[in-house]
Each structure stands twice: as C-alpha cells, then as structure tokens.
C-alpha cells in the first residue's frame, strides 16, 4: 500500500480526488493501492519538564538549566483518535508519500509521526506548494526521494528544541528573579516574543520620549521656456542636523530673500531610462496590513478569510500582475543662482 500522508483534512481530501481515492474510511481515503490520510498540524508535542523529572514541578534557580538528554513528545489529547488511525495504517505501507506542505514545519509534522513509529520503509516527498488541480498534478509529477528533504526535517526539530530550550529555562529564571524582587506574575520568555516585545516597548519609549524640534525647507518654482519645475534648497552642512535638515529660520529667510526673483542656471540635470518591477505578490503580513488599512480588518480576521478562500476555492488574494515597465525618470541635481 501506498500511503500518503497530509497535513490537514481539507489537503487530504483536495489530493485524494486527484489520485483516485474515492472510497471513504476512518480518517483516511482509499482507491486501488493507494491510501491518503491526514494529520491535525502537529499531533505530538514536545514534554513539559516535570514530564521529565517530577522535581521541575517546582522553579528553583539550582535546577537550571534543564537540558533533557533526549527530546520526548506526547500526543496531542485532542487528536490521539487520528495518531492511532495514521500509525495504524503506516504498519501496512510499503511506501510512505509526505504530502504535508512543504516547508520545514510541513516534514516535521509527517516525519516526527514515522520517527515514532519506527518506521523503515521507503519515503517520498510530494512538493505540493498550492491545492489547486493543476498545482497537485505538478506535484505528482515531480515527486523527490524523501533522503532529499528530510534536512527540513533537521531544521524544524533544530527550531522547535530551542524555542523549548529558551522558553522554559529563561522564563523560569527571570519568573524566579522577578518573585526575588516581589513581582509575583510568572515572566514569559520566548526567542520570538521576546524579542517582538521588545521592539514594541523601544518604539513606545521613543514616541515618549520624543522631542519635537521645528526645521525649515525652502522650495522655489523655477520658471523656463519648457515649462515650470519646482526645486529645493540642499541645506549647507553647517545648518544641517544629521537628517539634513535646515534649523536655522533666519538663515532660511536670508536664502529665500537673496534668490527670490533672481534667475538661476542649470548646472547639472541627468534623464535616463529606468526598469521599473511589477510590485511581489500579498505574503501573509502585507496581505494583513492591506486589509486592515482598506477595510479595517483585523489580522486574525483576513487570516480566516485567507484559510477559507484557499481550502475551499483554492483562490487567494494577490495583487495584479503588472509587466515590468520602462519609463524616463529626470533629475535635477543642481541649480545655481
């Protein structure tokens, strides 16, 4: 038997059409030799440190760091009924399909179930990037030796061990650390959040801590024979901040009364053809900010849309493919009175 293993049910479904698995059983599919099933994102979770050791139970400073000898995972509770359909089934494979997405986190949730499950068979990748017909074929057709990614496989394991690694020991510490100075709420730290967080709490500081300071810029409208351009005045580096900015009013009046009216020369102008790139298409942060700016959306809300319109009708938003485009872009780089 052939089995073909998914990350999410709606993925099992979209690539047992295209290989024939009609026929319907307990979390799976089936048709000829061939078998798709499907996981839950990841089914097994990493321990907790008491799951180790009871003595983690209680935070104590001369317990750290833990650094579990070998790395142990539990089955999630609430998808324990389909771990036991996929191990169930891995037991009579010949040869195990890794549909899962693909990307690191996509091999590790297939191959951390097949590690468990001792399984020493033959593996393969099926690259599936989109669900759509055309996309699933495409992937059918090219399918890649398993030997060829399981190094994504190394790497989830790599990023998951150390979020673990960071996550419990330094929250422990400064929880500890912070209950030393009467701070009784546990302190989380993360290798994502806490580094998010503070980004967060820098920028209010500045904002806080920001004091506005009044510069000054001089524009003319110069006019010529071919028409009118506007240009402004480069501040000299002794009235400059270090934005290049003018901080001195009376020098800028000064300027502005012995060039008003005067007639100027162009010294130096520059105009040459430019290749100008369609814009990339929405990731999933710029689709969010779009939303939220046009529609007033929140994150989690365009998230859901997103999921929905890329499981059910294989479509997601993008922005619309524009040809790369040649234009003329002038320059003014120096005007002299």
Known sequence: MNLYICEKPSQGRDLARIIGCTSKGNGCMSGGENTVTWCVGHLLELKEPSEYDPRYKKWNLDDLPIVPDKFAYNVKKTASDQYKIIRDLVKKASAVYIATDYDREGEAIARSLLERFRYTGQIKRVCLTALDDVSIRRALGSIKNGSETEPLYQSALGRSRADWLVGMNLS?????LGRQMGFSEPIQIGRVITPTV?????????????????????????????????????????????????LNYEK???????????????????????????????????????????????????????????????????????????????WLTSLQF
Do not use: M
């Open 172 to 176: 422990r510490l400064f929880s500890i």
């Open 198 to 246: 503070t980004l967060v709490v820098n920028r209010d500081l500045e904002i806080e801590n920001f004091v506005p300071v009044p510069y000054y810029e001089l524009w003319i409208t110069a006019c010529t024979e071919k028409g009118n351009f506007k240009a402004k005045w480069q501040t000299p580096d002794e009235y400059a901040d270090e934005s290049g900015r003018c």
């Open 252 to 330: 800028t009046l000064e300027t502005a009364d012995r060039i008003n009216n005067q007639t100027g020369t162009v010294t130096k102008a520059e105009t040459k053809r430019q290749k100008e790139a369609p814009p990339l298409p929405f990731d999933l942060t710029s689709l969010q900010q779009y939303a939220s700016k046009h529609w007033g959306y929140t994150a989690q809300k365009t998230l859901s849309i997103a999921q929905s319109l890329y499981e059910v009708h294989k479509l997601l938003p993008t922005r619309a493919p524009i040809p790369v485009i040649f234009r003329k872009a002038s």
